[in-house]
């Protein structure tokens, strides 16, 4: 620009024009430090701030992955231990079925009282196949009850068994399981009798003295212990998988997290030098300003 | 040959030319900041011989002084032209900035609080579900957070419409204000042709005249035709809005309704003309004026009109899911979203479903007629949860808008440049130097000081010619 005619008012405006530039980016710099943001408003940058809005959508998935697992490892956990407890019971009275089949060497009273034992275990079994996880029975599937069990080891809701999709978590995009046991999965045989028949029928035996029953009861239980373990194994594999996709989840929050910082968060010490530069360059049009302003030519003649 | 008084006389109209050229630097000192004032200059001529000599008749005067011819105004009226197009394209294009980025700053985008946040929430909120279908805590959540999904759209929705009925109101208010500078504008033409038909000093009802034109300019980008007596004529679009003291009214004839609602049709303007005819319809090509109706015809419906779509696909689809599934009685689910306006489906997206026993997350229920059998069921929570697909839509329409934004931002920066290169071109020549004045200032006192020597020396030549000749002997 080429100018023949230079006014007071031109300066002037032109040191205005020039402060408010500098006043600007200062403004712009303090927003970037107040916040700690880089991006404001899309339009600070319309691309970081679609993977800005991208990265935070994975991270709130990805955080509600950790809380489902961390979930289903409780139910799992406590799926596993009350299986634990039911098995050595099973295996109490397993031992007790042997120690009665020796009839020879027992008499009456000391079979009665094996059978009070393996009474107790079954009220305890029963008790244990209504454990609850979060006030939900663990192995009366979709029941909305608060036992699975009746005091008869039978079923309470059959209705909420085998139907619908059990009680499944989701642990990972499109990643669904399955974290219940059903009852009769884990303590019915193929026949579709209950341990807690067998336990029954075991102390009937005692009390009888019917060593084939006893026998027979001794065969039934072994199978019932195997199941319970194999569930147990089950379970363990379950708990593996899940615990794997929480940490997959976990890592991937954490990698999430930092992308997002280096997307929308401002990078503190180059803001701050931004800032001192910027802070100078205003300082610079305000000096400049004052001395310009000032001399006229009236302050040179007489 | 000159008379012996005539230097007196050239002595004389040095003094009278001097002062007003000294009056001439006052003034301009004076106005040195107001705005609008072009700096004058006295232009001086030499008073010599008769232009046209009578037969016969012969001059051999030299020069018999100075004389004004008059008081010039320094404009360059094709540099006018051009900051009056460059302020209109500034002020169009500043509006549409404005408000754009005080709807983007409604979007509220990417933060903690805005919809794609709340989408989130209500995304999770369906997974904490279905871990606990028996958790009224957990069913309350999804109640409050799907209250939270459709607050979030209506909040900006209401934003787009607040900025729409804004602008539109900004709409009439510009139109009232266009014409009362068109009459402005057309009273101050009148006193122009009035005042140059009787031989007065224009310069002022220029300057006015120049603020009205380029107030127009900015209002409605009109572009304007100056005319040979002075005067000024305004055409918007085509048709005359002010021809030499008539000037037409504008008025918006559809858009708007009287109560400054939206009538359903985009803005439209008409002009009628003081002898009664109509022009009709009548568009704007600049100025705030353009960037309003551009706003509300436009830039704004159609980011409403985006989000209203990406409100539908979301509602269609979660009630879908919701109706395949079952609530906590076993009953089959209702209807979850609703919008009850048509042409705001955003802003009129509610939550139906209040009772918290409601929410279908179960996929095992019975038709009636058959009685509900109440289940802890979760196969439709993650149907629902996967329903939720316009994250992707909405992150595309908030890219899209923040990448006009910024558009429209270094488009308006990029204008400013310009506008101040022609204010300042303006200023180079209109503008008003104090150093040039003081020196101007300067030199009428000393050619002041100069001609009233003249006139002591022509004084004491004519008293040594009067008193002191042929006094020999006396």
New interface residues.
Partial sequence: MTLSRMTQNMMSRQSFAGMQTAMDRVAKSQEQLTTGRLINRPSDDPTGATTAMRLRSSLSSQQQYVRNADDAVGWLDQTDTTLGTMGSQITRAHDIALEGANTGAMGPDALAALATEVEQIRAGMISSANARYLDRPLFGGITTGTAAYDANGDVLDPAALGTGTGVVRTIADGQRIRIDVEGPEVFEGADGVSVFTHLADLSAALKSGSTTAISSAIGKLKDDGDRVVNMRSEIGARTVRVENARSVADDASLTLTNALSSVENVDLAKATVDLSLREVAYKAALGATARVLQPSLLDFLR | MAGAFSSINTALSALRYQQSALDIASTNIAN??TDGYVRRRVVGETVGAAAAPAVWSRSNEIGSGVQSSGVQRMVDPLLDARVRREHGRQTYLDTKAAAM?RV??G?N??STTGV??A???F??SL??L???P??DAARSQVLANANGVADAFNTQSRNLQDEMGDQRARVVATVQEINTVAQQLADTNRSISASSGGGSDTATLMDTRDQLALRLSELTGATATPQADGTMDITLGGASLVSGRDAATLEVSAGIAADGTADGSPVAFSLTQPDGSVDDPVVPSGGRLAASVELIDHVLPDYAADLDALVEQFTKAFNDAHALGFD?TGAQGGEFFHSSDPDDLAGSLRVVVTDRSKIAV???GTTPPAAP???????NA?KL?DSITI?DG???L??????D??SI?RLAANQSTMT??V???R???T??????E??NM?MAQRSYEAAARVMTTVDEMLDTLINRTGLVGR
């Avoid at chain 2, 059998?373 to 196969?379: E, K, R, W, Y």
């Avoid at chain 2, 908030?398 to 990448?403: D, I, P």
Wanted: aromatic share 4%; hydrophobic share 30%.
């Fill in positions: 040195a900041s980025s983007e700053t979007i985008e990417p794609a946040k989408i989130d929430t995304r999770s997974d904490d279905n871990n606990a028996n958790s906590a179960s996929s095992i059998v109440p289940n802890n069921d979760t196969g993650a949860a994250q909405y992150q595309r908030v890219n899209g808008f923040g990448s934004v910024a931002q101040t290169q204010d300042a071109a200023e180079q020549q503008g008003v130097s104090l150093d040039e003081s020196v300067l």
